[in-house]
């Protein structure tokens, strides 16, 4: 397992030496008061109680997807099982964390809760490497991610693994009485024409080139990629792609029919600046602006 150190630089550089957290409740408070700062998720409850135990904190991201957090507390504790325990209970419980959004963000962010992709993130000062291959041969939406502690005031998280996970079917609770359903961003692909097909391919595999620590996460209704947060998001259309990016619409020259500053507008995904894909002009033209955002997002 490879081993990382940090320096302090300075006049004299000073090896930082890491610890664990003594109390793990200072950990899971410092978590839960910077979630969103860590990773990209809105804080909701501190040790929320269900039928069959205690979820450690719990949230919802930037794609409104439920998040559970576990910290491992001892040697001997599972938080992985008990991790997938609890996302189970909760695909089984939408309506008790749907009521939880609305107490804290509203029926707005509740009506637009994300099932495709639950998450637990299992947090601890080590894994071994048969969690890491249990995890990926899940195939559920498990993060490891081990932390350090160096002094009183540097924490790092080492994100050990990038799971593939398969996207949750839902089943609709809506009224049948409404015959009008949208359409999946997959099944918009799948539907797309060989054109647009072919743009959004070359597309994403673009943007991942850009870098390992790019990792993608099919939504229901798009697919975004992220470091701890989202900089691209994409959606496919019948007549273009529609490409969202966490890049300052005031940073560059607005091109009618091209780029558009979309803060203060309704939409789904992330990201302040839109570019509309038509033609392989447009995306060569969007790989300046694709690069821009990955080097200046964190």
């Known amino acids: 397992m490879s081993e990382i150190k940090l320096f302090e630089v300075g006049t004299v550089v000073k090896e930082?030496?890491?610890?664990?957290?003594v109390l793990e409740k200072q950990l899971q408070t410092t978590i839960e008061q910077n979630m969103e700062t860590f990773?990209?998720?809105?804080?909701?409850?501190s040790e929320y109680m269900i039928t069959s135990?205690?979820?450690?904190?719990?949230?919802i991201d930037e794609n409104n997807s439920p998040v559970i957090f576990e910290y491992k507390r001892s040697t001997s504790e599972n938080v992985i099982n008990q991790g997938l325990f609890y996302?189970?209970?909760?695909?089984?419980?939408?309506?008790?964390?749907?009521?939880?959004?609305?107490?804290k963000f509203g029926m707005e962010v509740a009506n637009q809760i994300d099932w495709s992709v639950p998450c637990v993130i299992c947090i601890a000062n080590d894994f071994t490497r048969?969690?890491?291959?249990?995890?990926?041969?899940?195939?559920?939406?498990?993060?490891?991610?081990?932390?350090?502690?160096?002094?009183?005031?540097?924490?790092?998280?080492?994100?050990?693994?990038t799971p593939v996970a398969k996207p949750v079917t839902e089943t609709s609770t809506i009224s049948t009485s409404?015959?009008?359903?949208q359409k999946t961003h997959l099944e918009k692909l799948a539907s797309a024409s060989s054109h647009f097909k072919t743009l959004y391919t070359a597309l994403c595999d673009y943007i991942?080139?850009?870098?390992d620590d790019l990792v993608p996460n099919q939504?229901?209704?798009?697919?975004?990629?992220?470091?701890?947060?989202?900089?691209?998001?994409?959606?496919?259309?019948?007549?273009?792609?529609?490409?969202?990016?966490?890049l300052a619409p005031d940073t560059v020259e607005l091109e009618e029919g091209f780029t558009r500053d979309t803060r203060g507008i309704g939409h789904y995904g992330t990201g302040e600046l839109e570019v509309s894909i038509k033609t392989a002009e447009d995306f060569q033209k969007a790989k300046k602006l694709i690069d821009r955002a990955y080097q200046e997002t964190l």
Do not use: P
Request: charge should be positive; proline fraction near 0%; charged fraction near 25%.
């Open 178 to 181: 409404s015959t009008y359903t």
């Open 53 to 59: 135990g205690r979820m450690d904190s719990i949230g």
């Open 208 to 211: 991942e080139s850009l870098g």
């Open 130 to 161: 048969y969690d890491v291959h249990a995890v990926n041969q899940m195939q559920r939406n498990i993060k490891l991610v081990k932390y350090r502690k160096y002094g009183e005031d540097l924490l790092l998280f080492e994100h050990l693994n």
């Open 16 to 21: 930082r030496t890491s610890s664990t957290v």
């Open 219 to 246: 939504l229901k209704l798009y697919l975004a990629y992220k470091k701890v947060q989202n900089i691209f998001c994409i959606e496919i259309y019948n007549k273009q792609i529609l490409l969202r990016m966490k």
């Open 39 to 45: 990773f990209g998720v809105r804080f909701l409850k």
């Open 87 to 103: 996302l189970d209970w909760l695909l089984d419980h939408k309506a008790d964390f749907k009521l939880l959004v609305i107490e």
